[in-house]
Nanobody
Framework: QVQLAESGGGLVQPGGSLRLSCAIS????????VGWWRQAPGKEREFVAS????????EYGNNVKGRFTISRDNAKNIVDLQMASLERDDTAVYYC????????????????WGQGTQVTVSL
């Protein structure tokens, strides 16, 4: 059993930055790949980013590539999502998720979800 808890959401102006954190408990953070998904009102859930167990490489959705950076600290059981150059279209509820797996080039959500944290990009 894995528990995930997000923090760090809020209101930010376009062009601004925000960092989300996902605290992992119940199992060692090194056991699983962890990722972020987001869902905006009226839209389907969208893959944002994931990071492998070692933390050596991140994968990103096309809409955030070059602006978001995922990282993990296995000693603290935390996965962070640093978001920069935020746009209005980044407004969504962001969810931490594990274990992330891949089917070819497509990410597959795992069974464990956090409660979500709201990110709003607006003037």
């Amino acid at each position: 059993q894995v528990q995930l808890a997000e923090s760090g959401g809020g209101l930010v102006q376009p062009g601004g930055s925000l960092r989300l954190s996902c605290a992992i408990s119940g199992r060692s953070a090194t056991d699983y790949a962890v990722g972020w998904w987001r869902q905006a009102p009226g839209k389907e859930r969208e893959f944002v980013a994931s990071i492998g167990r070692s933390g050596s490489r991140g994968e990103y959705g096309n809409n955030v590539k070059g602006r978001f950076t995922i990282s993990r600290d296995n000693a603290k059981n935390i996965v962070d999502l640093q978001m920069a150059s935020l746009e209005r279209d980044d407004t969504a509820v962001y969810y931490c998720n594990s274990p992330i797996t891949w089917t070819g080039m497509d990410p597959v959500a795992g069974a464990y979800w956090g409660q979500g944290t709201q990110v709003t990009v607006s003037l």
